[in-house]
């Protein structure tokens, strides 16, 4: 029996696949170097805290009409 090794970021990939966005149920996209998950939907980056996504709303940050960043 093959133990799932996690990805290099800590983040198992098979977890990655049947996440969704908890408040519209659409995909995600992985943001390796922010280590958040992006519901472009809703607008919403979940963070991703010692290789464990945290899939709160209350958590996620906003990333719709956010200033540029200088």
Do not use: F, H, N, W
């Not at 799932?4 to 943001?31: H, M, N």
């Not at 809703?42 to 958590?59: F, N």
């Amino acid at each position: 029996m093959t133990e799932q090794k996690p990805a290099a970021s800590g983040i198992d990939p098979k977890l990655l696949e049947i996440l969704v966005c908890p408040l519209t149920k659409g995909p995600l996209r992985y943001d390796r170097e922010a280590q958040e998950l992006i519901s472009e939907q809703a607008k919403l980056a979940y963070p991703i805290r010692d290789g464990i996504p945290i899939m709160l709303v209350d958590e996620a940050r906003s990333i719709g009409d956010e200033p540029a960043k200088r």
